[in-house]
């Protein structure tokens, strides 16, 4: 064999090796190439799904904030949280395979269960509404300077009203709504004004100027920023008389609040 034959012999394997390598080099990039398809194509299934589970919170957080009433609030609630979770459930169901692939699926639902616990923090918060109305039961006579009694409870939320010294105490600190109304006898008239830890922050006048005889009630509302454990009464300021109208079939003296 002469020394020609031999180095051709050497350059057609060298052909070979590189022939072959070029081979696996160009079937691995095609194999790459569809594992980045396949990773696209599942990219833009999870951010459909993400679109579509955001939207459905969306949903069930605007109808939570729409119920109204305690009670049927309650149970209205009770029911979307069951929808929800079965919407998660299902959601999950269909996904599961997805985000499984890609360990994602705890974050999910680690999400979904932030967003329930959310709904149920605002379920129980609207059920524990702070509100009150107590009023006179009968005609009552208040002398200058003294706190009004109401000894009558229609609602007392939260149980901060006590009807023996006619003061409230407020439960949570916040921004409340008091209004009170107040009716003098016939031919009386009488200053009222709302005290709010010590301090006067309204007052009207329930005056009947005539010698006929008319009911001139009056009403006064305030806004104030309290804070919890402040008192706020109702306290006769002055006038003529001292009877205030608990029950005359037209009118009645009133006090009610409520944290916005
Ligand atoms: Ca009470």
């Keep these: ?5 031999v180095l051709r012999i050497i350059c057609i394997a060298l052909c070979c090796i590189f022939s072959a390598h070029a081979d ?10 569809r594992i980045v398809e396949k990773q696209t194509a599942m990219i833009d299934l999870f951010k459909n799904e993400n679109s579509e589970l955001k939207f459905r919170v969306e949903k069930l957080e605007i109808e939570v904030v729409r119920l109204s009433g305690v009670q049927e609030r309650d149970d209205e609630m009770g029911a979307m949280n069951g929808n929800f979770g079965n919407n998660y459930k299902n959601t999950n169901n269909r996904t599961a395979t997805t985000f499984d692939k890609v360990g994602i699926q705890d974050g999910l639902k680690s999400s979904m269960t932030n967003k329930s616990t959310k709904l149920n923090r605002l379920a129980k918060r609207q059920a524990e509404s702070i509100a009150f109305h107590v ?8 002398n200058d300077q003294q706190v009004l009694l109401f000894d009558g409870e229609e609602v007392d939320i939260g149980s901060a009203y006590n009807e023996h010294d006619g003061i409230y105490v407020v439960p949570e600190t916040g921004i409340y709504v008091f209004s009170w109304s107040y009716l003098s006898n016939y031919h009386e008239w009488a200053q009222t004004e709302i005290v709010v830890n010590g301090v006067s922050k309204g007052s009207t006048i329930s005056d009947d100027p005539t010698n006929v005889g008319f009911w001139s009630p ?15 009464f109702i306290r006769r300021v002055g006038g003529r008389g001292c009877t205030a ?16």
């Design 1 to 5: 064999m002469t020394t020609v034959t």
């Design 24 to 33: 696996s080099l160009e079937e691995r990039l095609n194999t790459l190439e």
């Design 135 to 142: 009023y006179l039961t009968g005609n009552s006579c208040f």
């Design 218 to 232: 009056a009403t006064a509302l305030v806004v104030v920023s309290v804070n919890a454990g402040d008192h706020v």
């Design 245 to 260: 109208i608990g029950k005359n079939g037209y009118a009645r003296t009133t006090f009610s609040g409520w944290k916005l």
